[in-house]
């Protein structure tokens, strides 16, 4: 594989996420690593282009250090200029570090993962002989900015509309896209007509080396809290729009009022938002553990807890998606309550026994029977603890999902070889 890809052909990526963000570690940093290790195939340059006041913390500091410190690979990180001109300044950076990075004569594979970073390099680039471009879906973007992003509707609707441009110019333009679920494979195909023989579905991945069920921090931690034997219902993750953390509070509700020993380990940055829901309930402080973890230290904490909370709206952002901390629920060792319809994992949870589905109606009828399912299954999740660390250690882990993309890259360079798709 490597001579197919590294040795003849040079593999750019062009990152879109902030290095400071929440997934840029298993997202990025994780597959690059991985990348490298597994049998030598690597990235060659490394260009990151959305470099903010953020990526000044710590955070983005240990992120960025992390890509630094892969060997073989070449990195730059580019500061964003702002949007209040539009894409031109950014595009122009690009422009500008490509002319620095590309030899001329050298065939070579461009990897953006995402919208924009595609969408950019696409229109700089154009079609060529001596380059190929794909392009990562990670989520619907132009759905996501209508329903969920945080400015008003007129704001709102005009960004769908800049997406969706962005999203139709790469569907005409790009040589393959990755996509984070077969039901996204499936609308991509179905509306934007894009050969399904150029789409390769990679879930969001788990850094199983971070990420594993640990039955010592378990035990620890439990008493550490003070948990006992009691039934444990964690949510890991953001407090943001889509996660409806309205909608969880009242699940937990609905569990403490048949159990009054259950207890839910909220683990989040957004502490003060997540205090205000939990004030809002009648959840005792006793049964309440709010904590911020990150790395190990979360993985820790999640290997204490018995199932893991994943609710989403019935729409299409989630209709396609693939949540990060699924994976990281089940390599810990949790069962997952989630809703129906969150791209495979739905399914998937229903055909595995991992878990229980409820409807997405979030009325007081789903909401019992979410919570009564835990309160009389929780002692037979923790006898499965170890199989769904495994299973996701084999199924959303990096191993197998390289071997996907290493795919996708050996028949882009062998496209060079050929005058078209045909």
Known sequence: MK???SKENLLIYINGTPTADSVF???????????????????DYFLSLTEDADSDSGIGQANREIIRGIPGLQSEFIRQPSFSKGFGPLEASLKKALSRLCPKNRRIIFHANSYLTGYLLLRILGKGAMHRVFVDFKGILPQECLYYDSCG????????????RMEKYICRHADGIAVVSQAFKDWVVRNRGFDPERIWVVPSCVDAKIFK?????????????GLGDAPVAIYSGSMRKWQIPERMFALFTAMYERDRNVRFLFLTNDGHEALRHFKASRIPEENFHLLSAGGRELAEYLS??????????????????????????????LGVIATDGIGDFSGLIRRKNFGFTMASRFDRKSFNEAASWFLNNFKELRKGAEERSGWAEEELGWGKNIETLIRAYSILASSFEKKSWE
């Open 304 to 333: 204490a807890g018995d199932v893991g909370i994943l609710l989403r709206k019935n729409d299409i952002v989630n209709a396609v998606a693939s949540p990060t901390k699924f994976g990281e629920y089940l390599r810990c060792g």
């Open 3 to 5: 001579s197919s890809i």
């Open 153 to 164: 509707l007129p704001m709102r609707f005009i960004r769908y509309l800049v997406a969706r």
């Open 213 to 225: 069920y640990d039955a010592q921090a378990r035990r620890k931690i439990r008493e550490a809290l």
């Open 25 to 43: 570690r298993s997202h990025i940093a994780s597959y690059l690593q991985n990348l490298h290790d597994r049998g030598g195939v690597g990235v």
